[in-house]
């Protein structure tokens, strides 16, 4: 499977961001796509988890009621919509796929698009 992340950019703080995940070629079974970050000098970390079928999310602390992930079948698509952005949001966001469960490791996806830069000025 292909996925290409997109809609990142440069927002000021308290501003919104909706990130966009297509997926392409061999999607069966990743039932799971999710979205993760990396700041510059540190590891990545998760940030939300959708289930294909479902749709039952997970999301990290630090973006649980401003983050929003959800999905369209029809367009084979994930989009995490981000409010309230803060500084600390900068990071480059990669999104992942796995065939089930809810994970929030980064070992647990074995597939990976390239990522898009989010950028939040104070």
């Known amino acids: 499977v292909q996925l290409q992340a997109s809609g990142g950019g440069l927002v000021q703080a308290g501003g919104s961001l909706r990130l966009s995940c297509a997926a392409s070629?061999?999607?069966?079974?990743?039932?799971?796509r999710a979205w993760f970050r990396q700041a510059p000098g540190k590891e990545r970390e998760f940030v939300a988890a959708?289930?294909?079928?479902?749709?039952?999310?997970k999301y990290a602390d630090s973006v649980k009621g401003r983050f929003t992930i959800s999905r369209d079948n029809a367009k084979n698509t994930v989009y995490l919509q981000m409010n309230s952005l803060k500084p600390e949001d900068t990071a480059v966001y990669f999104c992942?796929?796995?065939?089930?469960?809810?994970?929030?490791?980064?070992?647990?996806?074995?597939?990976w698009g390239q990522g898009t830069q989010v950028t939040v000025s104070s």
């Open positions: 992942a796929a796995r065939s089930s469960g809810l994970n929030t490791s980064t070992r647990s996806y074995d597939n």
């Open positions: 070629g061999r999607t069966f079974g990743t039932y799971v």
């Open positions: 959708i289930t294909w079928i479902g749709g039952t999310t």
